[in-house]
């Protein structure tokens, strides 16, 4: 007998001819989180399973971050031939718990000698008469005891659920802008969930900005990496293109002026990295910059897809799921960012873009792109090795 966890997957993409591979990348992700807890894995009937770890709880942590897991349970592993070994147990584990319950049997294994409806009917009557506090309600039970028999019996009554998603990796490719703010973190999470990898830009504005906030973002694309895995984060010098739209530009279009470089320096940064789109964190009308106009003002400046997962969110939404993936508290840290410094009194919510390239024109783009990126940092970002 020992400890072990039932690992539930998604069906819905791991049918057709892509199986193995998908299946294999969902693997070798869920070795890389349990590597450090020495945790062996195996795939089964339908499930994945992790034994022998060190910890079980930081164990069941790492394994629900993982991209494409539905859920995770931790399991008794009994010998099936014994019945009464079976019930022992069950009973054993719910001996701690109040309320309703109700057996639940699945028995993948069809030469058992037991039919699933007799493996939950003499469970049942075990558990009720070797605990207190218990009744039997097979509706609406407050806790299920799921008795699995496949290769030998699984006991679980917990279950937590996982991020569900997509194994990391099967999806390509994107560059994401990372600023140190609630929403590009979150809009990170999202495009990964979906099995995209990512690489990530930060612009800094040294010494407007400090390297505390620098700090802030590199322990971001941390917290990501916990789900993602490596990230690589390239931090851009943007002083010398901020100070220069500041001086030279309109001061109610400098704000979208700012964006459009920085689309442009992560696009050439997504070019070397092989990613084929960018990510941001806007959402409509959130502020000025995030109009309708101003949007599509942004894009006509790079040919890749500009994805933004959170479009359509509410902050409120963006503030929800930014708690519940684990970021908020870093991105509510105080330190400034390059586009709070220079902002405007009233920018531009209507731009025109005829206008937006008249107003940049008297900026010597190439030059001031080019010094950006010779004077760019790549930061590997690996999981667990906190930058703060
Ligand atoms: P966030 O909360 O992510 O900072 P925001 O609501 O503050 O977003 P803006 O500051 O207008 O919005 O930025 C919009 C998007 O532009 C961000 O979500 C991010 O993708 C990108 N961005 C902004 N500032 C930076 C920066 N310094 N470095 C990299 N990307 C940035
Ligand atoms: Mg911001």
């Known amino acids: 007998m020992r400890d072990v966890l039932l690992v539930r997957y998604g069906e819905v993409f791991l049918k057709g001819t892509n199986r193995p591979y998908f299946m294999k990348k969902l693997l070798d992700h869920v070795k890389e989180a349990v590597a450090p807890v020495h945790g062996k894995v195996w795939l089964g009937e339908g499930r994945i399973y992790v034994a022998d770890f ?7 942590r790492r394994v ?9 349970s931790p399991a008794a592993e009994v010998e ?17 718990l109040t309320g309703t319950f109700k057996v639940l049997a699945r028995r993948s294994d069809k030469r058992y000698p037991l039919a699933s409806p007799e ?19 097979v509706h609406n039970p407050e806790h299920v005891m799921m008795i699995e028999i496949r290769e030998k019996a699984y006991l679980s009554v917990l279950r937590y659920p996982g991020q569900g998603g997509m194994p990391m990796g099967t999806n390509g490719r994107a560059c994401l802008l ?9 809009a990170g999470y999202m495009i990964a969930k979906r099995g995209v990898e990512i690489c990530c830009v930060h612009y800094h504005s040294f010494p407007y900005t400090s390297e505390r906030a620098r700090e802030k973002v590199l322990e971001l694309a941390r917290e990501l990496s916990d789900y993602c895995g490596p990230i690589r984060v390239y931090v851009v010098p943007f002083t010398e293109i901020q ?10 279009n400098t704000t979208l002026i700012m964006r459009r470089y920085m689309m442009r320096i992560a696009e050439q940064i997504a070019r070397q990295e092989g990613a084929t789109a960018l990510v941001t964190g806007e959402s409509i009308g959130q502020v000025a910059s995030q109009t309708m106009d101003a949007l599509v003002c942004t894009d006509q400046v790079v040919s890749m897809p500009v994805f933004r997962p959170l479009i359509g969110m509410d902050k409120s939404e963006i503030i929800e799921r930014a708690e519940k993936i684990g970021t908020f508290a870093t991105s509510s840290l105080p330190y400034e960012d390059c586009c709070t410094i220079f902002t405007p009194k009233h920018p531009t919510t209507h731009p025109i873009p005829k206008q ?27 999981p667990g090795e906190s930058e703060i």
């Open 243 to 252: 100070m220069e739209i500041h001086a030279k530009c309109p001061d109610n």
């Open 80 to 96: 099936k031939e014994d019945f009464s070994l079976i019930c022992r147990k069950a009973a054993e584990m719910m001996s701690g």
């Open 356 to 382: 937006i390239e008249e107003s940049e024109s008297v900026l010597e783009r190439e030059a001031l792109i080019k010094r950006a990126i010779a004077g760019t940092e790549c930061v590997r970002i690996n």
């Open 178 to 186: 990372l600023s140190g703010g609630i929403d590009s973190p979150v």
């Open 119 to 137: 493996i939950m009917m003499q469970a049942g009557g075990y558990i009720l008469t070797h605990t207190k506090g218990l009744t039997v309600d």
């Open 64 to 72: 629900t971050k993982v991209f494409g897991i539905h859920s995770v």
């Open 54 to 60: 060190t910890d079980m709880e930081e164990c069941i």
